[in-house]
T-cell receptor, first 110, second 115 residues
Framework: TQLLEQSPQFLSIQEGENLTVYCNSSSVFSSLQWYRQEPGEGPVLLVTVVTGGEVKKLKRLTFQFGDARKDSSLHITAAQPGDTGLYLC??????????FGPGTRLSVLP | NAGVTQTPKFQVLKTGQSMTLQCAQDMNHNSMYWYRQDPGMGLRLIYY???????DKGEVPNGYNVSRLNKREFSLRLESAAPSQTSVYFC??????????????FGAGTRLSVL
């Protein structure tokens, strides 16, 4: 059983489209992170959110932390082929380390 | 900067063979981690070392051992490899000063196949 669920598992869209991916848990996060991983590479941190309701923007990427700190979303505006990759959320669930979700694999077609 | 360096990048083992995965970081980080990544499972923590001289089990430690050789190096050993250990292994490091904002820096991974 996964502590963190991510949806959708796979997403293929055309360049210029908008998309949202989700990260959910039945538990409350102390903190939540989003990473992007490209083929053959390790994950790279995009953002950390720590406050319920928090919204952070990184260029065309908007990250939202749910008010109850049990869920998060990542919205990409006008997706580009360079956005292609595996998007991982990782949550701190009161333990010593972050727990990772299974990821959403995004493909942006030119 | 090299960041986190893992060796080897690829390895094929036969069941029962042993091997050590090497990891080194040049960022003077206190903490280091070993994860495995399997399709549909995300990253799962095998072992971590919060600081030099300490190691602790993560979510999936069975079949593995680790050594924090010094502040820079953290190795992962498979004593008797099994097909279930076929995976991509990632090493990471972090400062771990404020846990909620802990930023992990990952290596490029070791792709291991056990036949």
């Amino acid at each position: 059983t996964q502590l963190l669920e991510q949806s959708p598992q796979f997403l293929s869209i055309q360049e210029g489209e908008n998309l949202t991916v989700y990260c959910n848990s039945s538990s409350v996060f102390s903190s939540l992170q989003w990473y992007r991983q490209e083929p053959g590479e390790g994950p790279v941190l995009l953002v950390t959110v720590v406050t319920g309701g928090e919204v952070k923007k990184l260029k065309r990427l908007t990250f939202q932390f749910g008010d109850a700190r049990k869920d998060s979303s990542l919205h990409i505006t006008a997706a580009q082929p360079g956005d292609t990759g595996l998007y991982l959320c990782a949550g701190l669930l009161g333990g010593q380390n972050f727990v990772f979700g299974p990821g959403t694999r995004l493909s942006v077609l030119p | 900067n090299a960041g986190v360096t893992q060796t080897p990048k690829f390895q094929v083992l036969k069941t029962g063979q042993s091997m050590t995965l090497q990891c080194a970081q040049d960022m003077n980080h206190n903490s280091m981690y070993w994860y495995r990544q399997d399709p549909g499972m995300g990253l799962r923590l095998i072992y971590y070392s919060a600081s030099e001289g300490t190691t602790d089990k993560g979510e999936v430690p069975n079949g593995y051992n680790v050594s924090r050789l010094n502040k820079r190096e953290f190795s992962l050993r498979l004593e008797s490899a099994a097909p279930s250990q076929t995976s991509v292994y990632f090493c990471a490091s972090s400062e771990r000063v404020i846990l909620a904002k802990n930023i992990q820096y990952f290596g490029a991974g070791t792709r291991l196949s056990v036949l």
